[in-house]
């Protein structure tokens, strides 16, 4: 599932420059770049991935855009790696370490650091020349911007967004009228969110929400963004201070607390949300990555209604989504293979591409263009309008951060288990999270 968390080992990065700028890259006149291939040129590349790692959509979706790519390719033979969701980081790492890298890798966005810094993932403006480059970003949909900036780190951009959603609002129609709430008005605050919890708990008996930002499958990204929209942030935009011990992080894990006390939370973790949650019609709400929307469909098929909409915001603040998911990176170290990754990193990020994507698996788009294309998504959006919530909060998403430095994945497990000691446990907000946050800063990089 989108968002797992990928425990990478702690071990001391290598020293990395900080190399060219892309604009020094571009304007660079010796600037080299792996030459495109002939057509009897025969390339073999390797292609890390997790959705092929488990049987379902995933795994359909994307060997149905492999081999479609290696038809139109015959020159080029896509080998996959099949590798979990939480061990792919490490995965990669040990077989970086062997001299035996991927040439390509599905890797969490969230970690880009890591993996710039520590997989030797290479800066796409070593690999692909300026012109070509934007003739891609644009194509007949151009990438969205702010899509674009997802695996960007020090300026250079890393790797392409590949599956990845915002924190969807699904709720259950049915239950809405049955507590004698419109369904066509679903909460847009997280006061009206509790309001509307403890009205279908007193009504009909049911949980009102559940916030799926929690437990091995959540990671952090979901809770990042209850963060930025209550104002606050994780870490400081220059990367060198932690910031979940602040007002913002407080304030978002109170009003969680709050739910849970209130009885329209559940007080533990949702493991099954299919079988024992949402997807069982036992709860009314749940903010969820898009990733699970078919499930949700098929559980719910002739027992009720679920409709979508966007997260609920802190107030009159600025709700601001984050992304969950991953990116596609080049790790190739043979030039014919960068080239070769190059051409499949741009056939899955394709108009085409995303069509797949989204309507096979159910993650974002990033040529949002095609939504109103019959070619590709218009007809599909019609027939499946709980994605529209998902599209329109494009428009504001802010990047899932990953902290810096060798030991990021323990910063970001105690950061977590902090706010489920907050949550679920009942700890006091305030001192919980600025005590981890102390913690936490002293597994930070030291910064001149």
């Known amino acids: 599932m989108l968002g797992l968390l990928a425990a990478a080992a702690c071990m001391p990065s ?9 604009q020094a890259a571009s304007a660079s006149q010796s600037q080299t770049f792996p030459a495109p291939l002939a057509d009897n040129q025969k390339v073999t590349i390797s292609f890390t ?13 994307t060997e149905q855009l492999v081999n479609e790519f290696m038809q139109q390719h015959p020159n080029i033979t896509v080998q996959f790696r099949p590798v979990l969701s939480p061990d792919i980081t ?8 062997a001299g035996d890298p991927p040439d390509l890798a599905q890797l969490i966005m969230a970690d880009v650091e890591f993996v710039a810094n520590d997989l030797g993932a290479k800066p796409l403006d070593t690999i692909v020349p300026p012109d070509e480059f934007q003739s891609y970003v644009q194509g007949e949909y151009p990438l969205h911007p702010r899509g674009l900036k997802l695996a960007e780190l020090n300026g250079r951009l890393y790797g392409i967004p ?8 699904f709720y259950n129609a049915d239950i809405f009228r049955q507590a004698g709430l419109d369904p066509n008005a679903p909460p847009t605050t997280w006061k009206q969110v509790k309001s509307y919890g403890e009205q279908i708990k007193e009504r009909t008996g049911k949980l009102g929400i559940d916030i799926a930002c929690l437990g091995a499958g959540a990671a952090d990204w979901c809770w990042q963004a209850l963060v930025l929209s209550n104002g606050g942030r ?5 990367r060198s201070t932690l910031m979940f011990g602040e007002a913002g992080a407080i304030g978002a894990a109170s009003m969680w607390q709050d739910l849970v006390q209130s009885g329209v939370h ?10 024992d949650g949402f997807g069982a019609g036992k709860t009314a709400m749940y903010l969820q990555t898009s990733a699970v929307q078919s499930a ?20 009159d603040k600025p709700t601001r989504p984050t992304n969950s998911g991953s990116a596609l990176f080049i790790l190739a170290n043979d030039p014919a293979k960068q080239r070769a990754a190059w051409e499949l990193m741009k056939y899955l990020t394709s108009e085409h591409g995303y069509t797949i994507i989204q309507s096979k698996i159910g993650y974002l788009p990033l040529r949002p263009g095609i939504v109103d294309d019959p070619k590709y998504l218009k007809d599909w959006v019609a027939q499946n309008p709980l994605v529209l919530p998902n599209l329109k909060q494009l428009d504001d998403l802010e990047p899932w951060v990953g902290f810096p430095g060798p030991n990021y994945a323990s910063i970001r497990t105690t950061m977590m288990k902090a706010v489920e000691a907050v949550v679920m446990g009942g700890a006091d907000a305030a001192s919980t999270m600025q ?14």
């Open 435 to 448: 005590d981890a946050q102390q913690r936490a800063s002293q597994m930070m990089p030291s910064h001149s």
């Open 234 to 238: 994780v870490l400081s935009e220059d």
């Open 162 to 169: 590949y599956v990845f959603s915002t924190p969807v609002l």
């Open 266 to 275: 559940p007080a533990s973790i949702t493991t099954d949300f299919v079988g």
């Open 49 to 61: 991935n997790y959705n092929v790692a488990q049987a379902g959509i995933g795994k359909e979706a």
């Open 90 to 97: 490490t995965k990669t790492q040990a077989e970086v370490v």
């Open 14 to 22: 290598p020293a990395a420059g900080p190399g060219p700028t892309p």
């Open 296 to 315: 949700l469909l098929t559980a719910s098929a002739g027992k009720f209604e679920i409709r979508t909409a966007m997260m609920p915001g802190f107030d």
